[in-house]
């Protein structure tokens, strides 16, 4: 009974001094149930009527009934009148206590409705109405814990006056014909309130931990929305530093191929010719380190941009792994570690994927086996299964452990290097820690994702798998690679740049492979020296920054000037995710800085095959 006297005192509290967002919470329960407390108690008052109805209480009855719509017209106003409110909204919490105590209001007039009946109806029907009665009662009170507990005290009005005072009133009006109908009442009425005292204390419990929860999705929106600020904040400082870095590594690259090559050409003629030439292969190896480094960067900048073109369509994998099998042969070869590829070769291997996005994921991971491997093997397996190409890189490698399994797929993070790795650099590039992450992106650009199982000392399995399709494509890539691999030295090159360093670098290595080049820092420029030639030019390569214009800008007033489609290539040092994306999309050949002399050389090639 204390438990109940605190418990009621604390809902009084709530009512009139609680806090607005519990009242609000309350409001609103009781706003989506009010259509069934409406309809339930005046429904009950009516069938009552009906199950009850005699002659000689006509009169009675009829009052009684029309007492019990007195609740339900309040109803229907508080239906009608807040059917829009919100009262969770912070602006429509002050109405919500108010509503509370209307709708307390209404609860109370119904339950003395009831309460009514029990002195003016009941004691003058038979058994049966009086069963009836009583029946209909404990229904409202036992479905009234939904409806009205959330708020206790409403409860507790409907209960008390509809059936805590039925002893006290068989005191003064005619008995009940019920044997032990008080007893029975008085065991209901406590049963009644101490489920709703629990529905209350539930429903506030859960009001609390819905509270929290949304506190805490509110924390983690935060602190995400601050990694996502702070990695914007990165990623503008990566791109405002990233041009002036590239620019000086862009011109060392272009600087040491000329000396390499002019080194090569005249070996005769210059003294101590093998010591500069070994000396410039280690420079060229510094060189291409941090080429390597800046090329994954770019490719984590351009994946994550999404400006990598993805073309999914019908690919066959069997050119792939048999390409993949020829080149790691040797290396496996050298490295005296086994390497196989096992694949039914009477199956369709067709996948809906990109070819080249394939190609770098599996080299990717194949690379990392052996990387990690010094004795066993490494083994690539294809398999079609469930309208899927199911694709795996074993290994028997040093394994991964548990802790570490997803941590490999983040950025920059590598597990620990052994021997093999170690003395590998030449066969597999420098490890940034960055070849799974862009193997990973690239698989979810490929809607796959890769999987990893490891056992550690014992090895590693990495998975992916891709949907079967069902067309072939065409193979081109025979007709492509002699294209590209025909020489087209005698072309004219137009060659814009107004940093003057990188500008007689890259004209200096171009001259030295046979190309004729027009050396320009601008539009204007490379125009007027264009008439003073016989010749249109062939290819114009051209650095996206330019003092006062653009390299699209300058591309296009070139191409108006002598009214044809030049083919051009646009070389720049970007990172920032829209200025990739607005480059790319503009349909020129694009190299991204530092730029290696095979790569410049390959794409001259490509391009010019493919405008002849």
């Not at 060392?252 to 093998?274: E, K, W």
């Not at 993070?413 to 992106?441: N, P």
């Not at 046979?514 to 125009?527: D, N, T």
């Not at 995710?577 to 530092?594: C, E, V």
């Given at each position: 009974?204390?438990?109940?006297?605190?418990?009621?005192?604390?809902?009084?509290?709530?009512?009139?001094?609680?806090?607005?967002?519990?009242?609000?919470?309350?409001?609103?329960?009781?706003?989506?149930?009010?259509?069934?407390?409406?309809?339930?108690?005046?429904?009950?008052?009516?069938?009552?009527?009906?199950?009850?109805?005699?002659?000689?209480?006509?009169?009675?009855?009829?009052?009684?009934?029309?007492?019990?719509?007195?609740?339900?017209?309040?109803?229907?106003?508080?239906?009608?009148?807040?059917?829009?409110?919100?009262?969770?909204?912070?602006?429509?919490?002050?109405?919500?206590?108010?509503?509370?105590?209307?709708?307390?209001?209404?609860?109370?007039?119904?339950?003395?409705?009831?309460?009514?009946?029990?002195?003016?109806?009941?004691?003058?029907?038979?058994?049966?109405?009086?069963?009836?009665?009583?029946?209909?009662?404990?229904?409202?009170?036992?479905?009234?814990?939904?409806?009205?507990?959330?708020?206790?005290?409403?409860?507790?009005?409907?209960?008390?006056?509809?059936?805590?005072?039925?002893?006290?009133?068989?005191?003064?009006?005619?008995?009940?014909?019920?044997?032990?109908?008080?007893?029975?009442?008085?065991?209901?009425?406590?049963?009644?309130?101490?489920?709703?005292?629990?529905?209350?204390?539930?429903?506030?419990?859960?009001?609390?931990?819905?509270?929290?929860?949304?506190?805490?999705l509110d924390e983690v929106t935060h602190k995400?929305?601050?990694?996502?600020?702070?990695?914007?904040?990165?990623?503008?400082?990566?791109?405002?530093?990233?041009?002036?870095?590239?620019?000086?590594?862009?011109?060392?690259?272009?600087?040491?191929?000329?000396?390499?090559?002019?080194?090569?050409?005249?070996?005769?003629?210059?003294?101590?010719?093998?010591?500069?030439?070994?000396?410039?292969?280690?420079?060229?190896?510094?060189?291409?380190?941090?080429?390597?480094?800046?090329?994954?960067?770019?490719?984590?900048?351009?994946?994550?941009?999404?400006?990598?073109?993805?073309?999914?369509?019908?690919?066959?994998?069997?050119?792939?792994?048999?390409?993949?099998?020829?080149?790691?042969?040797?290396?496996?070869?050298?490295?005296?570690?086994?390497?196989?590829?096992?694949?039914?070769?009477?199956?369709?291997y067709h996948a809906v994927a990109d070819a080249?996005?394939?190609?770098?994921?599996?080299?990717?991971?194949?690379?990392?086996?052996?990387?990690?491997?010094?004795?066993?093997?490494?083994?690539?397996?294809?398999?079609?299964?469930?309208?899927?190409?199911?694709?795996?890189?074993?290994?028997?490698?040093?394994?991964?452990?548990?802790?570490?399994?997803?941590?490999?797929?983040?950025?920059?993070?590598?597990?620990?290097?052994?021997?093999?790795?170690?003395?590998?650099?030449?066969?597999?590039?420098?490890?940034?820690?960055?070849?799974?992450?862009?193997?990973?992106?690239?698989?979810?650009?490929?809607?796959?994702?890769?999987?990893?199982?490891?056992?550690?000392?014992?090895?590693?399995?990495?998975?992916?798998?891709?949907?079967?399709?069902?067309?072939?494509?065409?193979?081109?890539?025979?007709?492509?690679?002699?294209?590209?691999?025909?020489?087209?030295?005698?072309?004219?090159?137009?060659?814009?740049?107004?940093?003057?360093?990188?500008?007689?670098?890259?004209?200096?290595?171009?001259?030295?492979?046979?190309?004729?080049?027009?050396?320009?820092?601008?539009?204007?420029?490379?125009?007027?020296?264009?008439?003073?030639?016989?010749?249109?030019?062939?290819?114009?390569?051209?650095?996206?920054?330019?003092?006062?214009?653009?390299?699209?800008?300058?591309?296009?007033?070139?191409?108006?000037?002598?009214?044809?489609?030049?083919?051009?290539?646009?070389?720049?040092?970007?990172?920032?995710?829209?200025?990739?994306?607005?480059?790319?999309?503009?349909?020129?050949?694009?190299?991204?800085?530092?730029?290696?002399?095979?790569?410049?050389?390959?794409?001259?090639?490509?391009?010019?095959?493919?405008?002849?």
């Open positions: 009974m204390k438990s109940l006297v605190q418990r009621l005192r604390a809902e009084l509290l709530d009512l009139f001094t609680g806090t607005n967002e519990l009242a609000a919470a309350r409001a609103k329960h009781l706003q989506d149930n009010i259509v069934i407390a409406l309809f339930g108690s005046l429904g009950t008052s009516i069938t009552l009527v009906l199950f009850m109805w005699r002659d000689d209480l006509e009169l009675p009855l009829i009052v009684w009934l029309v007492c019990s719509h007195i609740p339900a017209l309040i109803r229907l106003w508080l239906w009608r009148a807040y059917a829009a409110v919100d009262f969770e909204q912070t602006n429509y919490q002050g109405l919500a206590k108010f509503y509370l105590r209307i709708s307390t209001l209404a609860t109370f007039i119904a339950g003395i409705v009831f309460g009514f009946g029990w002195a003016y109806l009941v004691p003058y029907v038979d058994v049966n109405g009086q069963l009836i009665y009583l029946l209909a009662v404990i229904a409202l009170l036992f479905g009234g814990l939904y409806t009205y507990s959330p708020n206790f005290i409403t409860y507790l009005v409907f209960s008390v006056s509809a059936i805590w005072l039925v002893p006290f009133i068989s005191l003064f009006v005619a008995a009940t014909k019920i044997e032990n109908l008080n007893f029975f009442i008085t065991l209901i009425s406590l049963l009644s309130t101490m489920f709703g005292m629990r529905f209350s204390l539930s429903f506030q419990h859960n009001y609390q931990l819905r509270k929290n929860v949304e506190h805490l995400h929305q601050q990694a996502v600020e702070a990695n914007a904040e990165k990623s503008k400082f990566l791109a405002s530093v990233s041009h002036d870095l590239r620019q000086p590594m862009h011109a060392i690259s272009l600087n040491v191929a000329t000396i390499a090559s002019s080194i090569d050409q005249h070996a005769v003629a210059i003294p101590d010719a093998f010591f500069l030439k070994e000396q410039t292969n280690r420079l060229r190896t510094n060189v291409n380190y941090l080429n390597e480094m800046f090329e994954a960067l770019l490719d984590m900048s351009r994946l994550d941009a999404g400006v990598t073109t993805i073309d999914l369509r019908s690919t066959d994998l069997i050119p792939i792994i048999e390409r993949l099998d020829a080149e790691f042969q040797l290396i496996s070869q050298e490295l005296q570690i086994p390497f196989s590829v096992n694949y039914d070769k009477s199956h369709n080249s996005a394939v190609d770098r994921i599996l080299r990717n991971l194949i690379s990392n086996a052996f990387k990690h491997t010094r004795s066993g093997g490494v083994r690539l397996s294809i398999q079609c299964k469930d309208n899927s190409i199911h694709i795996r890189v074993v290994d028997t490698g040093v394994g991964i452990d548990k802790n570490s399994r997803e941590k490999i797929f983040q950025d920059f993070v590598q597990i620990q290097r052994d021997k093999v790795a170690s003395e590998l650099q030449h066969q597999f590039g420098h490890s940034f820690g960055l070849g799974l992450g862009i193997a990973r992106r690239l698989a979810n650009r490929l809607n796959s994702e890769i999987v990893c199982r490891s056992w550690v000392s014992k090895g590693s399995v990495f998975s992916f798998a891709l949907p079967l399709a069902e067309l072939a494509p065409i193979d081109l890539s025979a007709t492509h690679s002699a294209a590209v691999q025909t020489q087209f030295n005698t072309a004219l090159i137009v060659l814009i740049d107004d940093d003057m360093q990188i500008l007689e670098s890259t004209s200096s290595l171009l001259q030295l492979k046979g190309f004729k080049v027009i050396s320009a820092s601008g539009s204007a420029e490379a125009i007027k020296k264009c008439h003073n030639t016989d010749k249109r030019p062939d290819l114009l390569l051209c650095d996206f920054r330019l003092l006062n214009e653009t390299g699209v800008e300058a591309i296009s007033l070139i191409q108006e000037e002598f009214n044809y489609d030049i083919p051009a290539i646009i070389v720049t040092g970007e990172t920032s995710s829209d200025a990739i994306q607005a480059i790319t999309h503009l349909g020129y050949k694009t190299l991204f800085k530092p730029l290696s002399s095979e790569r410049l050389l390959q794409s001259i090639q490509e391009i010019l095959a493919v405008s002849k």
